[in-house]
C-alpha cells in the first residue's frame, strides 16, 4: 500500500508526462483546435454569405481557373504525402532522409503559394477583384474570398517557416523524431482545411456551360 502511494506523485515530477501526451503534441492539437474554430467561423460566414445572395457570383471557368486550382490541391496533398515520409524516415533515426524529405514537402507547399499569389494578381489586375468590389455583382465575394483564402494561405507560408526551422534544426542534430511529428500535424491541418476551401470557394463557384 505504501509503495503504491509512493508511487502515484512520482508521475507528476518533472521529466514525465502524467497522461503519457508529450507536452508538444498536446499543445499542438490545442492550437490546432482553436485554429479549426477560426476556420469554421470564416467558412460559415462564407456559405452564409452565398445563400442569402441569390446572385452569387460564379466567376471561376474549367479552364483555366478549375484547372488551376487542381493543381494547387495536388500540390498541397503531395506535400502532405511527404510530410508523411519525413515522420517516417525521423522515427527510424534517418536525418539525412528527414531533411529531404522535408524539403520536398517545401517545395509543394512554396509551389502552392506561388501558384495562388499568381491567381490573386489575376482576379486583382485582370479581372478587377478586390475585397470591396468585383465584375460579377454581390461585393461581399471578393471581401469573403480574400479572407479566407489569405488566412489560409498565411498559414502555409507560416508553415514553409516552421519546416525551414525543423529541417535546419534536424540537419544540426538538433530536434528529435517528436518536433517533426508536431511539425507533420500543423502541415496535415493547413492540408484539410484547404480539402474544405477547396469546393466550397472553387468548384461550387465554377461556371457550367
Known amino acids: 500500500m505504501s509503495s503504491q502511494a509512493s508511487a502515484a506523485p512520482s508521475l507528476w515530477e518533472g521529466g514525465r508526462s502524467p497522461y503519457a501526451t508529450n507536452s508538444k503534441k498536446f499543445g499542438m492539437w490545442l492550437f490546432i483546435i482553436s485554429d479549426s474554430l477560426t476556420f469554421s467561423a ?32 495536388f500540390c498541397l496533398l503531395s506535400s502532405s504525402l511527404t510530410m508523411v515520409m ?9 536525418r539525412k532522409a528527414t531533411v529531404r524529405w522535408i524539403l520536398a514537402t517545401m517545395v509543394g507547399g512554396g509551389a502552392f503559394v506561388v501558384l495562388h499569389m499568381s491567381e490573386w494578381l489575376k482576379l486583382i489586375n485582370v479581372e478587377g477583384v478586390t475585397p470591396f468590389k468585383n465584375p460579377w455583382g454581390v461585393p ?7 479572407a479566407l483564402t489569405g488566412l489560409h494561405m498565411t498559414h502555409v507560408i507560416c508553415g514553409l517557416i516552421y519546416l525551414t526551422i525543423v529541417a535546419v534544426g534536424i540537419a544540426r542534430g538538433k530536434f528529435k523524431a517528436e518536433d517533426v511529428e508536431v ?14 476551401i477547396f469546393p466550397l470557394v472553387y468548384l461550387m463557384s465554377a461556371r457550367v456551360g
Do not use: C, E, Q
Open 42 to 73: 470564416m467558412l460559415f460566414a462564407y456559405t452564409y454569405s452565398r445563400v442569402t445572395n441569390p446572385d452569387w457570383p460564379k466567376p471561376f471557368d474549367f479552364s483555366p481557373a478549375i484547372i488551376f486550382s487542381t493543381v494547387m490541391t
Open 86 to 94: 519525413a515522420v517516417h524516415a525521423m522515427n527510424h533515426g534517418n
Open 140 to 146: 461581399l465575394f471578393g471581401g469573403t474570398f480574400f
Open 183 to 196: 511539425s507533420g500535424l500543423y502541415w496535415h491541418f493547413v492540408d484539410l482545411v484547404w480539402m474544405f
